[in-house]
């Protein structure tokens, strides 16, 4: 998960409120400075922190509390709820029209993964049935438009642009033009950048904007400049009129909680996030849906919609729903989200099993989940169909000598099975994981 170790912090402040005796204004209090403490480290503006803060305070009024109330959840639903709007630009983004051409222009400075943005995003639409394009109109960088062509060409994305024009408006307008004749739908053009923002950047985009009368602006931006980002994001927005962000390299900053926060504090609302240098690695980004991963919380509804879309047995998500969990649907689970997207970022949609992935280590939580699979074909089909399955220290022993694994593996994942299935059974009903509401966790 990206920023894990932010969310473990939190989770950790969260927890430790949970389980005092009494819980009174001085736990709160202690909670949220650490909590405050996390999100200050995380680089979120000091001004943001204090919000936050304040709100959880007044929302928890201990001597209105009735007698029976759960106090625990209550807070916690606070917090949850404060986090998210923290991330929460209170701006939806432009929607885009199914049937028409859509055409949308990526800005940013040089590096920020402007570039790589514009194929993965052009690849996520692709994916979901959009007649997709790209248009290179980025005359300033040597090797972006090799770069565009060899990604557009992996991803098998029709695409436009020239070696030897030097005028960038020229191209946008002939590219865009020639994909708006072909019915395209989504014509995504990557302009120029530079290294810092200056004069000749914001004209050209300007006059970008002006010649291929975008229906949307996408402003892309590198997470590692942690608050400042609130400056960066004022600036584009003062130039074009930005209708959305696209807040990349997440997957590696510590900072990246604090320029997430301070780009949703500009109103621009942040509708994707870049999180490795992959095709694949690029997540449509809800606050929701974020912080509740970011905590361990799961997704659920996320992932439903996910599995509705993608093309895979929906059985077992159903037989799940009804609250029974095998070892066998375990498996199932794990075999069908690896269809999904990449693994370790689509495990942080399931509840708890963020604990998998050691923190920024996905390859190793992905290797795990593998060796899970290695232990289950060893378990006979009775052990794997019933869910209330108790195995003997021996069973352990044997099915660990099957797998070539150590019996600390077998129980290791007997106890992520036990917790799952907890979970799972509390949930209940497809309702509980269609809303996927996150305080019943
Ligand atoms: P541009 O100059 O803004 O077009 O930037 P590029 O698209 O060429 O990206 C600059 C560098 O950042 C490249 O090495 C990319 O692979 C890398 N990059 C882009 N997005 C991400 C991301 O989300 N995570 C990581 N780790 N690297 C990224």
Request: hydrophobic fraction near 40%; charge should be neutral; charged fraction near 25%.
């Amino acid at each position: 998960m990206v920023l894990g170790d932010l969310g473990k912090r939190i989770n950790r402040a969260i927890r430790l409120m949970s389980d005092a005796t009494v819980i009174d204004e001085a736990v709160v209090k202690e909670m949220l400075n650490e909590i405050a403490k996390a999100l200050l480290e995380a680089d979120v503006n000091i001004k943001y922190v204090a919000q936050l803060k304040n709100r959880v305070l007044n929302r928890v009024k201990f001597e209105e509390l009735a007698a029976g109330v759960n106090k625990r959840k209550m807070i916690q639903g606070a917090v949850v709820d404060e986090l998210c709007a923290l991330l929460d630009s209170g701006r939806d983004p432009v929607p885009l029209k199914k049937g028409k051409p859509n055409v949308i222009m990526f800005v940013g400075l040089q590096g920020n993964g402007k570039t790589t943005s514009c194929v993965k995003y052009a690849h996520y639409h692709q994916r979901k049935g959009w007649k997709t394009a790209l248009v290179c109109a980025d005359t300033f960088r040597a090797g972006a438009f090799d770069q565009l062509k060899q990604n557009a060409t992996k991803a098998r994305i029709p695409f436009y642009g020239s070696y030897t024009e030097t005028d960038p408006v020229k191209l946008a307008i002939e590219g865009v033009n020639r994909f708006k004749l072909d019915k395209f739908e989504l014509i995504i053009v990557d302009t120029s950048g530079r290294h810092k923002q200056e004069k000749a950047l914001f004209e050209e985009m300007e006059q970008m904007s002006e010649a291929v009368n975008p229906n949307d602006v996408i402003f892309v931006m590198d997470s590692s400049i942690g608050q400042a980002a609130e400056d960066q994001a004022k600036a584009f927005r003062s130039s074009v009129s930005v209708g959305s962000v696209i807040v990349t390299k997440l997957d590696g900053h510590a900072k990246g909680g604090g320029a997430l926060s301070a780009v949703s504090g500009t109103g621009s609302p942040i509708t994707f996030i870049g999180i490795g240098e992959h095709m694949t690695d690029f997540e449509p980004f809800n606050t929701q849906s974020f912080v509740g991963r970011l905590l361990g919380l799961g997704d659920i509804s996320g992932l439903m919609n996910m599995i509705n879309e993608a093309d895979i047995d929906k059985d077992v998500y159903e037989r799940i729903a009804e609250g029974h969990f095998t070892l066998r649907d375990m498996r199932d689970q794990f075999e069908n989200i690896g269809k999904l997207g990449p693994l370790s970022s689509v495990m942080t949609m399931l509840p708890h099993m963020q604990n998998l992935l050691p923190a920024g280590k996905g390859k190793e939580g992905e290797e795990r989940v593998k060796q899970f699979m290695v232990i289950m074909d060893s378990m006979t089909d009775a052990e794997l169909d019933n869910p209330k399955i108790q195995f003997t220290t021996e069973r352990e022993m044997r099915v660990a000598r099957g797998a070539g694994v150590f019996p600390t593996d077998v129980r290791m994942l007997l106890k992520q099975h036990k917790e799952f299935a907890g979970v799972v059974e509390k949930m209940g009903s497809m309702k509980g994981l269609k809303n996927g509401n996150m305080n019943m966790l």
